[in-house]
């Protein structure tokens, strides 16, 4: 059985897996995956089918919740794989003090950007303050990485008695609001920040690659539910094999289709405001 919920087909896909047995039937363990829009958690889709070519078994397809709404699920014994993102993770694993999950590997790097709006008049650190952000979710990835700058530049967050208002909105209504005017810059993952530029003409203020070590930062986790690990080592290595299947040929086939993707709208950014194409 395959369903699959209709929704925004944009780059993202987020892919967890729920083992269940029902009691008092012979019936066969049954996969639910869900995915959703989000460029970072891209592997997790065509993971799903290599792996489900490797396990045969059935699939029920849905839209997935934001990263610290899936550990709690996974605290809850309702997921046993997942893609999430690296703050979430954590998080999960000292909550738990180490006893709900492990991270078993990685699956994207990069693909965050700080968008605001021009009529924000945000030019340095400084303006923010005063100023309504927005996150995907409290204590997601993208949410600490917001809430870590301020802090790096002297300010804090409203809840925390400072003068920057962060509003945790799901991504496709923090665009809705941008293009409103009624935030005045946003922290998210990819496709939402060009999204942010092309369609609600915003303006890019931190790359999040610029605050890391050669430009490299972990955006998206592979974490399995350490009692399902325990008992099913054999399904977690099949996954994993699928898993590394995907990086690889995402990396050796996708890797150029992506590129020219991003030429194309880099492109269409600079002849919009009639900027110089580099040579």
Request: glycine residues 10%; contains cysteine; charged residues 20%.
């Amino acid at each position: 059985m395959r369903e699959e919920e209709e929704g925004d087909l944009d780059l993202r896909f987020l892919i967890y897996s729920v083992h269940r047995r029902r009691e008092a039937s012979n019936e066969d363990t049954m996969q639910h995956s869900p995915y959703g829009p989000r460029g970072p958690h891209g592997p997790g889709c065509y993971c799903l089918w290599r792996f489900s070519r490797f396990e045969f078994q059935q699939w029920a397809i849905g839209r997935p919740p934001a990263g610290p709404a899936e550990i709690e699920a996974l605290f809850a014994n309702e997921i046993d794989l997942g893609y999430v993102g690296p703050s979430p993770a954590i998080n999960g694993y000292v909550k738990s003090h180490g006893q709900a999950l492990r991270i078993i590997a990685g699956a994207a790097s990069g693909g965050a950007e700080f968008i605001v709006r021009p009529g924000a008049n945000i030019k340095s650190p400084s303006d923010l303050s005063g100023k309504k952000l927005a996150t995907p979710q409290l204590g997601g990835t993208q949410d600490v990485s917001l809430r870590y700058y301020l802090q790096q530049h002297g300010l804090h967050p409203a809840d925390k008695g400072g003068t920057v208002q962060i509003v945790p909105t799901d991504n496709p209504n923090i665009l809705t609001l941008f293009k409103q005017g009624k935030i005045d810059g946003a922290w998210v993952p990819e496709p939402w920040a060009t999204r942010l530029i092309v369609e609600g003409k915003g303006q890019l203020f931190v790359d999040e690659r610029s605050l890391w070590p050669n430009g490299k930062f972990v955006t998206t986790e592979v974490i399995v539910r350490k009692a399902f690990l325990d008992q099913h080592p054999d399904v977690v290595n099949t996954f994993l094999k699928a898993h590394v299947d995907t990086i690889q040929y995402i990396l050796r086939i996708c890797q150029p289709c992506v590129c020219a993707g991003l030429f194309r709208t880099t492109e269409a950014r600079h002849q919009r405001h009639h900027l110089p194409w580099p040579t």
